[in-house]
Structures are given as structure tokens and as C-alpha cells.
């Protein structure tokens, strides 16, 4: 019987694919989590053709319109639409996996953990959803989704592991 294929963000292998050019390893996704799944990275911001090192970018709530993915020192830098057009290529990606691993607070794969700002830098949100993670959960609600600080604890890695085996 083959391993259940689970999409991982590529920074929480140790890839240095985040905007400042580090990763974020997460030890038991790395060494206890390939012995029960076959681990495809992933990281839209990179995929997308973001460069790395790259500027810090968060969400933005603009008056009157969507969410966009603003600079955070240079609000004139938007990289809503270049990382929208790759979101929306990944239907076939997606199709094959059993589940998905994304990095917490990242303005494209945070779970309800990626706080919104208004134009002036204020919080209005603390627990939103990362714009790949927001598109995966409307369109994939059988997938499994965690991130990884509910996998910092061996009841969240018992349960990803149930829910991942459950199918």
C-alpha cells in the first residue's frame, strides 16, 4: 500500500524559501512525519516567482475592497494578483494529495492564524486565513489541513495522523 502524499510548506522542511531568505524546520514533520507519508514541499510565494530574499509582505484590508497582499515597509508593493494567478493553477496539484501542511501566519498559507491590517498598520484581524490556505479550505473541504503549530504537540500529530490514515 502506497504512503498518503501530503503537501508541506517547503520553509517548514528547512528550505530557505521565506521572504528573508530563512526556513523554519519543524523537527517532527521532518524526521517522524516521511515514515507514514510521502512529503511534496510546496511555497506559493516562491512557486509564484517571488524572489528570495524578498520584502515582507502581510493582508491588507483596503477600504471598500478585497484583501490584498501588501509590502509591509512599502504598501505600494502588491503581490495579490501574482500569487492569485498561481493559486489558481494548482487544481491538478491538489487533486493528488491527502493532505496539506501549511506554515502558520504566512500571508499566503497561515490557517486562522494570519492577522489582517488596515491601509494605517492597524490590526483588525488576528486569525485569518493565508490566501492559498483560504482557497484550499473553499474548494477541498475533504482535504486534510493542519499547520504546523497545532502539530507541535503529540495530540495534534496523533490526530493529523488519524485523520490522515481515516482518508
Known amino acids: 500500500m502506497s504512503k498518503p502524499r501530503v503537501g508541506v510548506s517547503a520553509c517548514l522542511l528547512g528550505q530557505p ?4 531568505g530563512a526556513s523554519r524546520p519543524h523537527a517532527w514533520i521532518r524526521e517522524v512525519l516521511p515514515h507514514y507519508a510521502q512529503i511534496l514541499p510546496f511555497c506559493p510565494e516562491s512557486e509564484a516567482g517571488l524572489e528570495t530574499p524578498r520584502p515582507a509582505v502581510r493582508l491588507v484590508q483596503l477600504e471598500g475592497e478585497n484583501v490584498r497582499i501588501l509590502g ?6 502588491d503581490v495579490t494578483t ?20 501549511f506554515k502558520s501566519r504566512s500571508p499566503s498559507c497561515g490557517l486562522a492564524t494570519t492577522p489582517v491590517f488596515d491601509e494605517k498598520g492597524a490590526l483588525l484581524k488576528p486569525d485569518s486565513d493565508g490566501i492559498f490556505a ?6 477541498y473541504p ?20 488519524a485523520r490522515l490514515q481515516k482518508g
Do not use: C, M
Open 134 to 139: 483560504a482557497w484550499v479550505k473553499s474548494r
Open 17 to 20: 524559501v521565506r521572504y528573508d
Open 72 to 77: 509591509v515597509d512599502n504598501p505600494e508593493l
Open 82 to 101: 501574482v500569487l492569485q494567478q498561481w493559486v489558481e493553477q494548482q487544481p491538478q496539484y491538489l487533486q493528488t494529495l491527502d493532505a496539506l501542511i
Open 142 to 161: 475533504n482535504l486534510v489541513l493542519f499547520d504546523d503549530v497545532r502539530l507541535e504537540d503529540r495530540h495534534g500529530q496523533a490526530l493529523f495522523l
